[in-house]
T-cell receptor, first 116, second 111 residues
Framework: GAGVSQSPSNKVTEKGKDVELRCDPISGHTALYWYRQSLGQGLEFLIYFQGNSAPDKSGLPSDRFSAERTGGSVSTLTIQRTQQEDSAVYLC??????????????FGPGTRLLVL | DAKTTQPNSMESNEEEPVHLPCNHSTISGTDYIHWYRQLPSQGPEYVIHGLTSNVNNRMASLAIAEDRKSSTLILHRATLRDAAVYYCILKRSGNTGKLIFGQGTTLQVKP
């Protein structure tokens, strides 16, 4: 079946512009996660959705970052007034049920964002 | 969440077994041990997980110490495609399911 898809695969923008990154999770997966991987940094958690609500936004680095999920499916991560330090690979993952600790996550290929 | 410690890098020869260690001395009784790997320019992918008993699947084996303070991911015959960053992660019930990634082990496979 189809995996997690993300678009665009690459995005180049100018400092100060807004960008939107899209994630299509695996059909039927209730949980959706956004992570960020900066050059030389590890993967860091940004936000978690259960259905359309986001009970954990603890990883969002600033109020310039926001995300929403509609219909329990597609999610959009928006970065306003982009800064050069926002340059990173943004990864989306989904899982069927986040509760059980044995549950696994399926990752998309990521969106590579470059802020000039 | 409990912390894991892995070597920064390891090397292996193609078609030889690879043992990737992970220390998790503060693991709690309900923590599952998960391994993910990230191939170059790709998102992470699930490899294997376990709780107490050793586990095998088509990709790898997971050997868990009796006291659960360490574990080892075993690739039985490394191929060039196995060159990746391998992450050992602990997950427990009752949280959001988010993964806390450490630095992982970069595995280099030499032909």
């Amino acid at each position: 079946g189809a995996g997690v898809s993300q678009s665009p695969s690459n995005k180049v923008t100018e400092k100060g512009k807004d960008v939107e990154l899209r994630c299509d999770p695996i059909s039927g997966h209730t949980a959706l996660y956004w992570y960020r991987q900066s050059l030389g940094q590890g993967l860091e958690f940004l936000i978690y959705f259960q259905g359309n609500s986001a009970p954990d936004k603890s990883g969002l680095p600033s109020d310039r970052f926001s995300a929403e999920r509609t219909g329990g499916s597609v999610s959009t991560l928006t970065i306003q007034r982009t800064q050069q330090e926002d340059s990173a690979v943004y990864l989306c993952a989904s899982s069927y049920n986040p509760g059980p600790p044995q549950e696994t996550q399926y990752f998309g290929p990521g969106t590579r964002l470059l802020v000039l | 969440d409990a912390k894991t410690t892995q070597p920064n890098s390891m090397e292996s020869n193609e078609e030889e077994p690879v043992h990737l260690p992970c220390n998790h001395s503060t693991i709690s009784g309900t923590d599952y041990i998960h391994w993910y790997r990230q191939l170059p320019s790709q998102g992470p992918e699930y490899v294997i997980h376990g709780l107490t008993s050793n586990v095998n699947n088509r990709m790898a084996s997971l050997a868990i110490a009796e006291d659960r303070k360490s574990s080892t991911l075993i690739l039985h015959r490394a191929t060039l495609r196995d060159a990746a960053v391998y992450y050992c992660i602990l997950k427990r019930s009752g949280n959001t399911g988010k993964l806390i990634f450490g630095q992982g082990t970069t595995l280099q496979v030499k032909p």
